[in-house]
């Protein structure tokens, strides 16, 4: 029987590399689906046919996740895989930001988005991952959310978000390791993706190239499984919390 994975956030980007890398390699996958007009999944789907369930997906809605979820379990009673990829760059990109104004609500958006997003997809589906053999949640962070490596002087909302995405991988972790759970969070690196609303062609990459290096983290989960969740980049190498 195939595996079955559920990817967040998979319109474009890294998640749409994700979801197309899991079906190359035979998994039965639902994409959550957030722009109703980017046409990629819709081409996806019409080559994979019922391999590929796409679901209509507003990560900051608890609604949206429920009804997700509902959908979801009206097709499976196990996950396999759950990536939480979906997250927003927010306003206070490349500036002092403390020294701006501050849009305290455009902040509370990305908090909602990139940190409370994941939980609620987790919250929503925690019984069908545990319910699989493999039982894995892999949370997309950034090098943005490590706080010993931090550099920055401003993009709060972002930074903060993903650093609070930690702290939850690892209470998440916790909580389910004695059921065989596992949390792996993963930088993927600086991708050419949308972001900023166009492709960044000036990164360091292709997602394609980080969805490749991310599938080998997966296949090689039971190398990072332990007491405690580990939070890597997608070439596997261990980054500080
Ligand atoms: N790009 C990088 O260099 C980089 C570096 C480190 C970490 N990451 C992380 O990698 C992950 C993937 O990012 P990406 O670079 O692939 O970004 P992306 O190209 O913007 O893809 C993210 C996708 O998620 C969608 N999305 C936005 N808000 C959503 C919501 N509320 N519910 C569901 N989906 C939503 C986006 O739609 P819209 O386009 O309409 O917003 C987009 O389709 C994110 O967690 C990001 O933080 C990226």
Redesign the pocket.
Known sequence: MKKKAFV?????????CLTEVLLVNDYRVFA?R??KD?PWLDRLKAKYGDDLILVD?????SD?VEKAARLIKSETDSLDLLI??????GPDENNLAIFEPLDFDRLLRVYN??TL?ALRVTKALIDLVLNSQDKLIVN?????GSIERCWRTGEYG?CMS?AALNMQSAILHNSIRDKGGQVLVV?????????H?MR?DK?DFP?EKSAADIYELIRRKDEFKGNKPVFVDHLGNLWPW
């Open positions: 967040t956030g998979a319109d474009r980007g890294l998640g749409y959550g957030y722009m980017w997906l507003d990560i900051s809605s949206s939480n990829n979906a997250a927003i760059l988005v990139n997003g997309i962070s950034s090098e943005a972002y993903k930088q993927p690196g600086w991708m050419q993706t949308y972001m609303g960044n990164a997602p």
